[in-house]
């Protein structure tokens, strides 16, 4: 099993620019996840998925749309990004009580 | 929401000491506590968790206690190992489902050798 991927691993955007962050798992897990990580900050939960076609906000949505078509894919989008999103962006799945978390993205926005 | 402070910021010990770091919450309703290490350049991994009917849990050199009155939960490394310096943060989750997990700010272990 490749567990959670993400990609791209690094992204450099210029301000007013969309782009899309993927994340896959195979593992099945119904729950799927982004969280943002700033320095000194932790993990901040972005949005979330309970299932295909079920979304909902977590604590910092603001910029980012997401959708679930099927079981293994959650991407994040930024429609028009700006400074404030430079960050690094981690998508994580549950099946139980763990949390499986991809490699992350780091993403700059200039 | 949910507030999770964690201390220290950074925590350095020699190889073969205890390691302690300290959460704490504010929603009496969260149940659910994990804690995770993340290495340089990789993504959290879950190493121990409690839920809030526990009030410690142990596995081999980690361990968790959790007191739900002050609400607070700390992380317990003994014998400590190189290997062992990374991050660590806690979390807290609420609800029946626990769609929704609150960090901590994490902590910068360093075990010298």
């Known amino acids: 099993n490749a567990g959670v991927t993400q990609t791209p691993k690094f992204q450099v955007l210029k301000t007013g620019q969309s782009m899309t962050l993927q994340c896959a798992q195979d593992m099945n897990h119904e729950y799927m996840s982004w969280y943002r990580q700033d320095p000194g900050m932790g993990l901040r939960l972005i949005h979330y998925?309970?299932?295909?076609?079920?979304?909902d906000q977590g604590e910092v949505p603001n910029g980012y749309n997401v959708s679930r078509s099927t079981t293994e894919d959650f991407p994040l989008r930024l429609l028009s990004a700006a400074p404030s999103q430079t960050s690094v962006y981690f998508c994580?799945?549950?099946?139980?009580?763990?949390?499986?978390f991809g490699p992350g993205t780091r993403l700059t926005v200039t | 929401g949910e507030n999770v402070e964690q201390h220290p910021s950074t925590l350095s010990v020699q190889e073969g000491d205890s390691a302690v770091i300290k959460c704490t919450y504010s929603?009496?309703?969260?149940?659910?506590f994990p804690w995770y290490k993340q290495e340089l350049g990789k993504g959290p991994q879950l190493i121990i968790d409690?839920?809030?009917?526990?009030g410690e849990k142990k596995d081999q050199r980690i361990a968790v206690t959790l007191n739900k009155t002050a609400k607070h939960f700390s992380l317990h490394i003994t014998e400590t190992q190189p290997e062992d310096s990374a991050v660590y943060f806690c979390?807290?989750?609420?609800?029946?489902?626990?769609?929704?997990?609150?960090f901590g700010s994490g902590t910068k272990l360093n075990v010298k050798p």
């Open positions: 994580a799945s549950r099946g139980g009580f763990e949390q499986y």
């Open positions: 998925s309970v299932g295909a076609g079920i979304t």
């Open positions: 929603d009496s309703a969260s149940n659910y």
């Open positions: 979390a807290a989750s609420t609800g029946d489902n626990f769609n929704k997990f609150y």
């Open positions: 409690i839920r809030s009917n526990v």
